[in-house]
């Protein structure tokens, strides 16, 4: 209980800040060229479809505006916002304007979003609980990982942090647990040639590269499998100390294989990027001490060309 | 006297009984909450009947989910979507060929899996294979597609997704022929089983829609 007095996960939850701000920028920044055909009001979801169909699909934006030059603003405060997340500044004010932002850019045309992206926007309200400008961020003069400072102990908001932090942790979870579920009731993931199925879709394939799954129902197999064992035994490994290192590994392996073979990239980091939170930051501290003794030997010891 | 938790020194102060009891609190309604969630993606009909508007308040649109990721049984169709516009010339009125609209960007991303196109294609997918179930049945037969193509011949009577591709369409001829004045924008939507054979003929697929061509949408792409 006394652990919950003090905030946790701080660096990782910088790291979170980090890739969800660089995945929100991806999109605004390599959409821009197109961004009235994508979330315009006159694109290809126009406001009066958004309006015609939000009784069906209750999911509100404040980018569905009718005015293009109103939208303009709005898509060039949410870059500027998703910036200043990214580095770190403006503190909770900041990460409302965020959450609202990137809901409403996500969720202004229905068709754009990948699980990825509801993952993303899941997590948000947990975000907005937790302190994650406690690393790496301007608002703490770029603390680095392996700084001494402590955070000190103030129980209500460490309390209201810890929520959300448990909150992550348990959406990480449910999502791992019913994709595998899931997968139980469906045949070609019991006699394991459903990886071959969906490489052979065009739009998810690498030529060169999906070939060599679907071509082999042993490798199929294999991968069918992996898919469906990592996603059931996710959920209860990630909360050990001693197992969650290898879902972090499997979780790196298995979504950097979707967003290159299948060319989900975005998703891959969305969904990567709630690993940082399983980590305490004492592992966090550790690993950057390693490193750091790691590269002063490489230092001294370098080759002199003289 | 301080205690270390997670390498952090914490408040030689005891916590007061009544932020233990807020704190036990907090847990336990995360806990409800994400088991109110697996409720209604396990077992919707477990939750009574009064309390489900309740539900669904609390949990849409900001909890709402479901983790069917190519699950229980992949989708393994390639969508097809052809887009073909009629225009006037001095003659009369000319038609442009069908122009693929999924295929370009399905390649552009293979060569560069940062591509802005991995957008486009996940809106041009989503949108075929949502119209292709919208069509139902219907759809899987000849003169059921043409009822369905009766039914969406207008704009206002179609569902989102072949509005959505209709307008894709528009701005994707607008660009291809910046000189021509389009009057009227067709779509053509088709599931092809992957593995199948290639397109040949544009409209023997099994399971084709071809809708009417509609007025040419003024739609801003930049």
């Known amino acids: ?306 | 006297m301080t205690a270390a938790v997670d390498g952090v020194a914490t408040s030689a102060q005891p916590l007061p009984a009544w932020w233990r009891t807020v704190a036990v609190l907090l847990m336990a309604a995360v806990v409800f909450h994400f088991a109110l969630v697996m409720t209604t993606i396990v077992a919707p009909p477990a939750i009574p009947a009064p309390l489900q508007p309740l539900v669904q308040a609390y949990l849409v649109p900001f909890f709402v989910q479901d983790w069917r990721l190519f699950s229980p049984i992949p989708d393994t169709h390639d969508y097809e979507v052809f887009v073909r516009g009629s225009y006037r010339t001095a003659d009369g009125h000319a038609t442009t060929p069908w122009l693929d609209l999924i295929e370009p960007t399905v390649e552009a991303v293979q060569r560069n899996r940062l591509s802005p196109h991995a957008v486009r294609i996940e809106i041009l997918h989503k949108a075929a294979l949502f119209t292709i179930r919208a069509a139902g049945p219907y759809g899987e037969l000849g003169t059921g597609r043409e009822i369905v193509a009766e039914r969406w011949a207008t704009v206002e009577q179609q569902p989102a997704t072949a509005i959505v591709l209709e307008r894709l369409g528009s701005a994707y001829l607008a660009e291809r022929y910046p000189e021509r004045q389009f009057e009227t924008v067709q779509v053509m939507v088709g599931a092809r089983p992957t593995g199948g054979p290639p397109s040949s003929d544009a409209g023997a697929r099994s399971s084709t829609l071809l809708l009417r061509p509609v007025p040419f949408q003024d739609v801003r792409v930049r």
């Open chain 1, 1 to 306: 209980m006394a652990g919950l007095a003090t905030e946790r996960r701080l660096i990782g939850l910088a790291f979170v800040r980090i890739v969800a701000s660089l995945v929100a920028l991806v999109y605004l920044l390599g959409q821009w060229p197109t961004r009235h055909l994508i979330w315009g009001p006159d694109g290809s979801y126009p406001t009066w479809l958004f309006e015609r169909e939000l009784p069906f699909m209750p999911a509100p934006s404040v980018l569905a505006v009718s005015s293009p030059v109103v939208f303009e603003a709005l898509y060039h405060l949410t870059i500027a916002v998703t910036i200043c997340h990214l580095i770190g500044w403006g503190s909770f004010p900041i990460r409302l304007a965020f959450a609202i932002l990137v809901w409403s850019l996500l969720r202004r045309h229905p068709y754009v979003m990948t699980g990825g992206d509801s993952l993303l926007l899941l997590a948000v309200p947990w975000l907005l609980l937790t302190n994650t400008g406690a690393y790496l961020s301007a608002d703490s003069g770029w603390r680095g990982i392996g700084a001494g400072w402590r955070p000190s102990a103030r129980p209500w908001r460490a309390l209201l942090h810890n929520v959300g932090v448990f909150g992550l942790l348990w959406q990480l979870s449910v999502m791992y647990l019913f994709a595998g579920l899931y997968k139980l009731y469906g045949a070609p993931w019991l006699d394991g040639s459903a990886a071959g199925a969906v490489l052979r879709i065009d739009r998810f394939s690498l030529p060169g590269v999906s070939e060599l799954v679907y071509g082999s129902p042993l490798l199929s197999a294999v991968l069918t499998y992996w898919t469906t064992a990592f996603e059931l035994t996710a959920p209860l490994l990630l909360w050990l100390p001693a197992t969650r290192w290898l879902v972090a590994v499997q979780s790196v392996l298995f979504h950097g294989g979707i967003g290159v073979t299948m060319g989900l990239v975005t998703f891959a980091f969305e969904a990567t990027m709630l690993q940082f939170v399983v980590f305490p930051d004492t592992s966090y501290r550790r690993l950057s001490a390693r490193l750091s003794a790691r590269l002063a030997t490489l230092v001294r010891y370098r080759p002199r060309f003289e």
